[in-house]
């Protein structure tokens, strides 16, 4: 699958089957992640592969109940580390919320392109989720997903005419 067609094909999968997802393709797909642009090349982010019930459990409750986050073989958490980052984006922010959306994008294209569903989860609580994986005070958790292969086809979603985000030379 080339990348405009993982790019039209990409849904938010909230039914998972209960396959394992085979060992290399989660390689492929996090690598996809790690070649990922970054601001100065810092890669400030961790992605931690949750694959323990107990620790699923725990993301379940502290993603507001979003049970269906725990019915996929894995759960990937992305975490940000503000002090490996570039301080001053745009000359007035970190840039690890945005290293770790590039990152993550990267992600579910590929996974996506090897037949797998993602659901990009911003609906947390930080302190909750980092205290179930463990993470250390200064990492900052960005985003989750639960990953494995679709129990269903996820919804298309309409989206805005070009014309109405893009504009030439001025604003």
């Excluded at 986050?69 to 840039?95: F, H, K, Q, R, W």
Aim: aromatic residues 8%.
């Amino acid at each position: 699958m080339d990348v405009y067609e993982a790019i039209k094909m990409r849904r938010s999968i909230r039914k998972y089957r209960g396959d394992i997802v085979p060992e290399n393709v989660l390689k492929r797909v996090l690598n996809a992640a790690r070649l990922a642009p970054t601001t100065e090349n810092f890669q400030p982010w961790r992605i931690v592969v949750v694959t323990d019930e107990d620790i699923k459990r725990k993301l379940v409750s502290a993603c507001n109940n979003q049970k269906f986050i725990a019915e996929a073989p894995i759960v990937l958490v992305a975490c940000g580390l503000p002090d490996e980052a570039y301080p001053m984006l745009g000359g007035y922010m970190n840039s690890y919320p945005v290293d770790v959306a590039i990152a993550m994008t990267h992600l579910t294209l590929a996974a996506t392109a090897e037949g797998l569903g993602t659901c990009w989860i911003g609906s947390f609580k930080e302190e909750k989720v980092a205290e179930a994986i463990g993470a250390p005070p200064e990492a900052r958790v960005v985003a989750l997903t639960p990953l494995g292969y679709p129990a269903e086809e996820g919804e298309k979603t309409e989206r805005k005419n070009l014309d109405e985000l893009i504009s030439y030379d001025k604003y």
